[in-house]
């Protein structure tokens, strides 16, 4: 006997399926997600539901190097920094960052929660660098190599 494959995840499973995630490496972030590709068998796709609660942040100001990513607002107001400007993103905005990608983050300082889609690629081996903490990480299927850099033009692109 085969296990049958879920392809719908029913919205009361997505609220019972909700974790969180701090990004160690910034203390205000704190984000409530689901990962809705993962649910139903999505593997070179991920789909995520997300929230970020008053005064959190999502992850840390990054770029990628090999997977594109994607940000779409459901309800509620943000602040997006993006290569290094700040807009503000609400409810039906976009965000689109294809690789290599310029580094963004997304942060809500204001009452209400933030709610989002947000996804991407998912590839073997991806490079993402940090540039206002001067790393970089490659991610490979088994291990993360985190690396630092001392001046101020970090890494410079790959060479292909």
């Given at each position: 006997?085969?296990?049958?494959?879920?392809?719908?995840?029913?919205?009361k499973?997505?609220?019972?399926?909700?974790?969180?995630?701090?990004?160690?490496?910034?203390?205000?972030?704190?984000?409530?997600?689901?990962?809705?590709?993962?649910?139903?068998?999505?593997?070179?796709?991920?789909?995520?539901?997300?929230?970020?609660?008053?005064?959190?942040?999502?992850?840390?100001?990054?770029?990628?190097?090999?997977?594109?990513?994607?940000?779409?607002?459901?309800?509620?107001k943000?602040?997006?920094?993006?290569?290094?400007?700040?807009?503000?993103?609400?409810?039906?905005?976009?965000?689109?960052?294809?690789?290599?990608?310029?580094?963004?983050?997304?942060?809500n300082?204001?009452?209400?929660?933030?709610?989002?889609?947000?996804?991407?690629?998912?590839?073997?081996?991806?490079?993402?660098?940090?540039?206002?903490?001067?790393?970089?990480?490659?991610?490979?299927?088994?291990?993360?190599?985190?690396?630092?850099?001392?001046?101020?033009?970090?890494?410079?692109?790959?060479?292909?």
């Open positions: 006997m085969t296990d049958k494959k879920n392809y719908i995840i029913r919205s499973e997505i609220i019972e399926k909700e974790d969180s995630f701090s990004h160690p490496w910034n203390p205000k972030s704190l984000v409530k997600f689901v990962s809705l590709g993962r649910s139903v068998g999505l593997k070179r796709t991920g789909v995520n539901l997300a929230k970020i609660p008053p005064g959190k942040e999502s992850f840390i100001y990054h770029s990628h190097h090999r997977e594109e990513e994607w940000i779409y607002i459901l309800s509620g943000g602040m997006a920094e993006i290569d290094g400007e700040e807009y503000e993103v609400e409810q039906g905005d976009f965000m689109g960052f294809p690789t290599p990608g310029v580094a963004h983050h997304l942060r300082p204001y009452e209400n929660e933030l709610i989002y889609l947000t996804g991407g690629e998912s590839v073997e081996v991806e490079i993402a660098d940090f540039p206002n903490i001067k790393k970089r990480m490659v991610r490979y299927p088994d291990k993360i190599e985190i690396f630092n850099y001392s001046d101020d033009k970090g890494f410079g692109p790959l060479e292909e």
